[in-house]
């Protein structure tokens, strides 16, 4: 099938005016017209070399949207979003760019553990000031018994015993939290990467005034990479908090059937508004002002659980407070 000169003409002055690639295909593949790539490198494969891989990736289907990567000529890996449309006459593909963006999640993922570790490690300076004080008194309590009774001694290396199991306690909370990176794929309970989230957000004093019901399944055992997991509910706990203003009720809800599991997490804060909740999981967008969120942290969690095969999503959302649920296949390893 071929365009007159005119029509041609025509549409490659459309396509030049696109900011992204633009590929129309008639219904046998033919490549009709293929709009400029600027941002391609010297020895990158032509876009319209490039049309029948993208028109694999969308036949058969109704796909809004298609992830794709491919290698470019410098041996960098283009991450790429095809938004397909059919028309009378073939297909019209969109292929958008989204190197950049994931480059910006990874930072920004990376960030946000930053952050969350400087604000985990001010929250253990504060608690192990306590063990170490009362440490300390123990010391000078039995330093200034010439002869220190049994029962003294006992009752003061139980204390010992106590303060130094504290202590270490809150140092492997930290040094598991900190540990950042590929990790292997593993089987682990669900709700241990839930109640490391809850953990940090202890020890920060986040959930101080929170009073959080967290209703466990242990028959939930998954496959997957746990830190990264955790990083999905650590996201939609600080949500929850910073939506409640710090007090409120906080409810978790894990459950196992034979194919998957998921998780909600219920907050008592005001919801999300009817304006809102469709734009809700875009990258960039945040209900919270750009002083206390960058919109990223619902996009990575997205991003986090649909590279485990699960789904995230909003619920349900009222003035009396949202719920998002996030569900996972039993096995994704």
Known sequence: MSLPSEVSAMLDQILAASPWPVLLLAHDGAVLAASE???????????????????????????????SARRRA????????????????????????????????????????????????AGVCHEVTNPLTSLHSI????????????????KGLDNIAG??????????RLVTFSRVGEEPHARFAIDDAIEEALGV???DHLLRDIVVRHDRDASAVMAGRMGQVREVFLNLLVNAIQAMGGHGRLSIE???DAASLSVSVADSGPGVSAEAAPRIFEPFFTTKGGAHGTGLGLAISMEIVHEHGGAIELAQSSQYGAVFKVTFPRETA
């Open 139 to 154: 010391v000078q309590i039995l330093r200034a018994e010439k002869d220190p009774s049994p029962a003294l001694l006992s």
């Open 37 to 67: 790539e600027p941002a391609a490198l010297p020895g990158d494969v032509p876009l319209r070399e490039r049309a029948g891989h993208y028109a694999a990736l969308v036949s058969g289907g109704d796909a809004r949207e298609i992830a």
């Open 74 to 121: 410098d041996g960098s890996l283009a991450h790429e979003s095809i938004h397909p449309r059919r028309m009378p006459w073939g297909l019209c593909l969109t292929i958008v760019d989204q190197t950049e963006l994931k480059r910006l999640q990874a930072a920004e993922a990376q960030t946000a553990r930053l952050a969350a570790l400087g604000f985990m490690v």
């Open 201 to 203: 957000l202890r020890v």
């Open 254 to 256: 894990t459950r196992a």
């Open 163 to 172: 303060n130094v199991k504290r202590i270490l306690d809150i140092s492997r």
